[in-house]
């Protein structure tokens, strides 16, 4: 288990050179998916390949990975990572812990049936459960805190612009 001086230390070198050179804190993250057969497109996370297809609502078999079910698990995963170093950082020892995350999807909307329904999360629900050696005002903060600095919650928050465009493949 890593402690808080662990972590700041780990962290220092990288922050000192970020206030330096804020350019240097600019990182662009990439994901490929490739076309398959069926409808489906596999994507490589770096450490597996995974195939995503139709949700069952929308006529997939279920064998595939839904992309609506990768977003919250995305989102599950970066909070996880977020309270645990957050954890950390407050001097909090985690003895277990789980992070749920929940979205209402209207099937219409991506069907084209409905105008009216979106095509997206109606809502995003996000719950930690957590048992660890801290009183509930510390466990509030470091969720507070894990809130803030929850990469893809933020992202989703803030909407950033996204730009599409279509071309040439690289070969």
Do not use: W
């Amino acid at each position: 288990m890593m402690h808080s001086d662990e972590l700041r230390a780990l962290q220092a070198p990288l922050k000192e050179r970020y206030r330096e050179d804020p350019e240097s804190a600019i990182v662009t993250l990439k994901a490929e998916g490739r076309l398959g057969e069926n409808l489906a497109c596999s994507v490589d996370t770096g450490r597996a390949l995974v195939e995503a297809g139709l949700h069952p609502a929308t006529g997939g078999s279920g064998s595939q990975a839904c992309s609506g079910d990768m977003l919250l698990q995305a989102l599950a995963a970066c909070a996880g990572v977020t309270l645990q170093a957050v954890a950390t950082a407050f001097g909090v020892t985690l003895r277990s812990g789980r992070v749920l995350a929940e979205g209402d999807l209207d099937f219409r909307g991506t069907l084209g049936l409905a105008k009216d329904a979106s095509v997206g999360f109606r809502e995003i629900r996000m719950r930690f459960e957590l048992d660890a050696d801290a009183d509930e005002e510390t466990l509030d903060k470091v969720a507070a805190v894990t809130e803030r600095y929850c990469v893809v919650l933020q992202t989703l928050r803030s909407a950033p612009p996204v730009v599409v465009s279509r071309g040439a493949m690289d070969r």
